[in-house]
Structure formats: C-alpha cells, structure tokens
C-alpha cells in the first residue's frame, strides 16, 4: 500500500471505532433511555473540535477479547476548556460496561501523566462496573493492578474534577473520592461496590439510590460537592469551578479583568443585611452575594454542615475561598460536617495559592452527645491544624459575633489571617454574655443581673481587642467590599511561593 493508501485505511479504522464504539445497537439502546456515549460527554463538556484522543486503537490484551474491545472500555485525551489546555477521559459502557482492564488503565495512568508534567487540569466521567473479570483475578492479575498511582502522588500539582452520571463502583469511584470537585448526576449511583456484590456478601438488600444516589451523598456522607439533576448542569459546574482556579500550582489563579465586576465602593446597604440581635438568625448567603463580584459566589458541599457555608467568590475580579459562619442553620455553631469542609476547602486554597475569606458570627462549637461521638474532637483540631499551617492570604471578618475557640478556628486573631477586622457591633469572647452572667452571677436577679449583663457585654467589644492590636481595625460594614478589594490588591504583589513550600498541598482531598 502506498502512503495515500495507507493513510485511507487509517481513516477508516480511525472512523469505525470513533461511530460504531462497542456496537450500535449497544449505542442505540444507551440513547433509546436518554443517555449519552463517553464521546457525545466529552463534547458536550470541552471547547468544539478541540478533543484529541489518545490511545483511540487500545484494545484488551486478552487475544480472545481483542476485536470486541475497541477504546477498551475507557476514553480520553487532550482538549481546551473554555481555552485552556486539559485532560479529560471517561468510562465507555458500550465495551464491558466501561469495567477497569489492564490495558485501559494505562491509557488513564499516560493521560495523567501528561497533565501532571505538562500541568494541565484533568476532568474524569465517571460511569464504570468496576474492574474487569477476568483481568484482576488470580494473584498474576490483583499484582498487575496499581490503582492510579499518579492520580494518589498527584499532591495537587493540577486541579482534577470527576462527573459522576451512571452507575459507579469501583475505578470511577476511587477517582471521585481523589478529585478536587465531585458533581452527582441524579439517577446514577457512587459506591465503592454494587448492591448485587453487597447481597452476595452480606445478603443485605438495598437499592442503587439508597446506596449512592445523589441525595445519600450531598445530604448524608458529604462525598460529593455537588449534587446536579442534568448533565449539563454537571458540565457548566466543572467549567465555573476550573475558572476559579490556575492550570497548575506554579501559575497564578486568574483574575478577570479588571471593570465588568461591580462597583468597589461603599455600600450602606451591608449594614441592613446582619440582625443586631445576636440570637435572630439569617442567611449568611445575603452578605457574601454583596461583597462579593456579581453572580460569583459558587457555593460547595450546600446541602451538608449547612452551619458553615463554603465556596468560590470573586472580589474585584480576583478569586478568593470563603468560609463563612452561616446562623440560619444551628445557629451558626460549627459542626462536625462544617469542619470537613471547611478543611477541604483550605487544603484546595493552599495548594492553588487563592486567598480565602474567613466570615464569623460563630457562637461556639456545637455540643452534645451526638456531636461527640461522630468525632467532632477530631475534625475540629484537624480544621485547626489545617488552618495553623496554611501559607496562602486568609482575611478575616467578624460580623456579629465570635465566642469561645470557634473564634481562633475560623481564622480568629492570633492565628495565620493576614488581616483581621471587626464591625462595630460585634461581640468577641470566651462566651455569649448570657451565658457568662449565669456562671458568674449564677443567683443575680433585677438591677444586679442588668449590671452583671452589661458588663458582660462591654468586656466583649471589639475594640477591646484593637486597642490591643489584636484587631487590625473595627470598620464600617459598608466598607467591607472596598477594604477587601484593597486588601486582596496588595496581597496580589507578594513573592509567589513555590509549590514545594505550600504545607497542605500533601494533604489528602478525602
């Protein structure tokens, strides 16, 4: 054959396995129950004709398998998201239900080897029935198996984001529980093994949605970010939540150009937004939507430890992590679920050198029997230890008021912020003035309990603490977005880091 000849036969292969896949009636009965193939995902997530496949003629390395599995049961490549350069790859359920084979996984370990040398993102869909039979049998097959090695050493070198839509266990699932953002499409399932494997086991009988539906997750275990109802809902969350971020750890995260963002300036309505009355509850939501660029708050994790409200914002077009206090639920009282999240959210900060914006109006830790026993001692100092050793920018903000140690958790004075403010009514102590007045006046009644309550309440102003300098500055709550933005411009001009000296980019995402 000549190479005109050649290159025709390699059009023709090329265009086989790109249409036909594992068969067309496997991708005719995938779309008859509207569902997509890996390629029609991966289209619909990256920029048009950007995809370049890689390893598009893998087949299985069983000889007896080899002309059933084009792809292999996985596909990826290089492609431009919103353009920038990224990794993305995923399960094809039309070769062996998208399972795990040797072969294939060494097409998914090149791809991440790639982004991680050449410092790309990666972006995974997951819909897989685990490992393949019989490639993992035997101890010649379970030695050859190392579960993505480079994904586990990754230390977040480059942001990776997984897209659960079908039924999960096994491979996809690992990849899930190690990416930076986990999205759930409703109607699929994220476990590590299947009911059918669970009844064989156990005999226990449960449903697909009871065991990883999308609610069980976003509600009860906290093992994915988002919970969406659509695929393209899931693929619009993975491009706002890569826009947050840099390519990699060794470049900065990207600011929008500056206009286009919302005026930086006083506004009085921020005063209206916060209840003086400590105990009325409120949407901490309301005041981060007015400090922050229109539209740019970017809410993670929603549905669980809701005491705590966690995400993505912009302010004057710089992005920035938030942490905020959120007393509409539980008070505000941080909960075992709130210090998960909030600690992944630093880890992911710090790694990608973003700024994060700490919100208080906290009244303590939650208490009591139960809180207890689902280890809130644990995640507590494990937030504290993440926050004490985090490098990246961190501001502070206390709104209403900051009681006891959930005021150094949330990045309270004394601790890494690199500035620390106050509004004018804001309370910081050891405990709520009516609770102090109980112990220390325990018996205190009329005019005496007034005056003990008034004391009480003078020992917790704020500027108590920046007469001290333990407070940079008690401001007005109109201010908060000018002296933000101000605060995050001049942070913007400070050395860059290196990677290697960022102490929580080797921390876990689990």
Partial sequence: MNQDELAADLAERAEKIRTEMGGVDRIARIHERGGHTIRERIDALVDPGSFRELGRFARSADPADRENTPGDGKIGGHARLDGRPVVVFGDDITVRQGSSSLVSMRKEDRLVDHALLHGTPIVHIGETGGARIPDIL????????????????????????TVIVGKSFGGSSFLAAMSDLTVQVRGSCLAVTSPRVIEVATGEQISFEELGGVDVHA???GQIDLGVDTEEEAWEAVRRFLSYLPSNAWTPAPRLPEGGVGPIEPDPSIRAVVPVQRTRGYDMRRLIAKLCDPDSFFELRPA???????GFGRIDGFPIGIIASNPMFGAGAIDVDGCEKATRLLVLCDSFDIPVLFLQDVPGFLVGRQVEHDRLLYKAMRFREALSNCSCPTLTVIVRK???????????SGVVADAIYAWP???????????????????????????EYAR????TSPYGAAEVMMLDDVID???????????LRRLATREPRPHTSRPLSTWSTC
């Avoid at 669980?304 to 966690?310: D, H, K, M, S, V």
């Avoid at 900051?402 to 309270?412: R, S, V």
């Fill in 425 to 451: 009514g804001a309370e910081i102590g050891f405990m709520d003035p009516e609770v102090a007045v109980n112990i220390v006046r325990p018996n205190a009644t009329g005019a005496d309990r007034e005056a």
């Fill in 402 to 412: 900051a009681f006891g140690l959930a005021f150094k958790t949330l990045n309270g």
């Fill in 138 to 161: 035997g101890s010649e097959g379970i030695s050859a198996f190392v579960p993505f090695p480079g994904v586990a050493t990754r230390r977040h070198r480059v942001p990776m984001a």
């Fill in 219 to 221: 509600r009860e275990t």
């Fill in 456 to 459: 009480q309440v003078g020992a």
């Fill in 477 to 487: 709550p109109a201010d908060t977005r000018v002296v933000l933005a101000e605060d």
């Fill in 304 to 310: 669980i430890g809701r005491n705590l409200t966690t």
